[in-house]
């Protein structure tokens, strides 16, 4: 069972990227799939997550400039992320959890995201 995150990289402040989680080795289609990040001696902060209906959730640090969606035949997840800003520089992490359970079960490696400003 694997989650790998992809499409980090550098970009300017104002720019956009599109971050991707593709799983393997199982059907994550009924989990709720999250994006989490860490910068640089802080704790990790969750970003925000979706359920298997499309129901999105977002850290108020966010709301507006990302969007999560998801390609349950794919078995993927997307974080795109628009306006970025010098603040949201950090490791971005996907991962799954069952629907009404606390804990993520699954996570991927992370993918760097750098914004300058």
């Known amino acids: 069972v694997q989650l790998q995150a992809s499409g980090g990289g550098l970009v300017q402040a104002g720019g956009s990227l599109r971050l991707t989680c593709a799983a393997s080795g199982r059907s994550f289609s009924n989990h709720i799939m999250g994006w989490f990040r860490q910068a640089p001696g802080m704790e990790r902060e969750f970003v925000g997550d979706i359920n298997r209906s499309g129901y999105t959730s977002y850290a108020d640090s966010v709301k507006g400039r990302f969007t999560i969606s998801r390609d349950n035949a794919k078995n993927t997840v997307y974080l795109e992320m628009n306006s970025l800003k010098p603040e949201d520089t950090a490791v971005y992490y996907c991962?799954?959890?069952?629907?009404?359970?606390?804990?993520?079960?699954?996570w991927g490696q992370g993918t760097q995201v750098t914004v300058s400003s």
């Open positions: 991962a799954a959890k069952l629907p009404y359970t606390d804990n993520y079960d699954f």
